[in-house]
């Protein structure tokens, strides 16, 4: 299928966006996470566009070819990535999407479809689940996410990241199958910083020890068709707070594990994933 790049002007940034399939009909929106590009859907697109899909992939703002913002505060999910989501379906004339996240692109998904429901068919949500699920996960997820703690100490995380030509992270990231053009992406100017700015921005240690009331920053339940997706070898994230999401759902869910598969899911297991997003999408467009 057909590949199309664009550089997009949206919310005061330019964002480098991937197009494929084709050019009309049924629409998804698929969005990365830390440290990763738009490259990460690669092993997906072709299954996904197969089946008739459109495909959106942007560089979420920071990463890969998109803009960074000067600010810590700009990468807040409520005045950043979505209004940047939002302003990209604007461009492409795309009404209502299918959602989906992975890593720090699913708590950005999640909002779309609680806030913004009238722009989403469906909602995907890849080894992360519902926030507040997150949030109240008990202390297993809180040791797990240990390292959110790491992420808020400016400049040295950095430094420590970076130090012996990046071996943290090529230790902690050993099962990432595209772990030198992440780090190649990663080590031009100011890039690592605007990926840790995410964490610092959403997920301080404040908000994680005393989570705000349900209903702060606006509706928080969802009202469109969900599907989660976690995997079992995932060093960074809980069954538990996946599974909780559902109590924040109030339409059908679907819960898939899968089983022998690291954080990422789109380089593990890409066949089983584009299956299981082209039978949710469907089905969610059957219930319309």
Request: charge should be negative; aromatic fraction near 10%.
């Amino acid at each position: 299928m057909e590949r199309r790049l664009h550089q997009v002007s949206a919310n005061g940034l330019t964002h480098s966006v991937l197009e494929c399939g084709p050019a009309t009909g049924s629409c998804a929106l698929l969005m990365h996470g830390f440290p990763d590009s738009k490259s990460i859907w690669d092993p997906v697109i072709d299954g996904l566009t197969s089946a008739g899909f459109r495909l959106i992939i942007p560089d979420m703002r920071g990463f890969g070819e998109t803009d960074i913002a000067p600010l810590t505060k700009d990468y807040d999910i409520a005045v950043g990535a979505c209004p940047d989501m939002l302003s990209l379906l604007d461009h492409f004339k795309i009404d209502r999407a299918h959602i989906v996240g992975h890593d720090f692109g699913s708590p950005v998904a999640w909002r779309l479809a609680s806030v913004h429901p009238e722009r989403c068919v469906s909602l995907a949500a890849l080894s992360v689940g519902h926030m507040r699920a997150f949030v109240n996960a008990g202390w297993a997820q809180k040791w797990k996410s240990l390292y959110i703690l790491f992420h808020q100490f400016r400049g040295l995380c950095e430094w420590a990241y970076q130090r012996n030509d990046w071996s943290t992270l090529r230790t902690h990231w050993s099962a990432h199958g595209n772990i030198e053009e992440t780090i190649a992406l990663l080590a031009r100017p100011g890039r690592l910083t605007a990926g840790l700015n995410w964490y610092r921005a959403n997920i301080g240690v404040a908000r994680m020890l005393r989570p705000p009331p349900e209903g702060f920053m606006g509706e928080e339940r969802v009202f469109i068709p969900t599907l989660g997706i976690w995997s079992d070898g995932d060093a960074y994230l809980t069954e538990q707070q996946m599974t909780a999401s559902q109590d924040y759902v109030n339409a059908p869910w679907e819960y898939s594990k899968y089983e022998s598969v690291s954080h990422w899911l789109q380089l593990e297991a890409p066949e089983r994933l584009a299956s299981d997003l082209i039978r949710h999408w469907r089905n969610a467009e059957a219930a319309l």
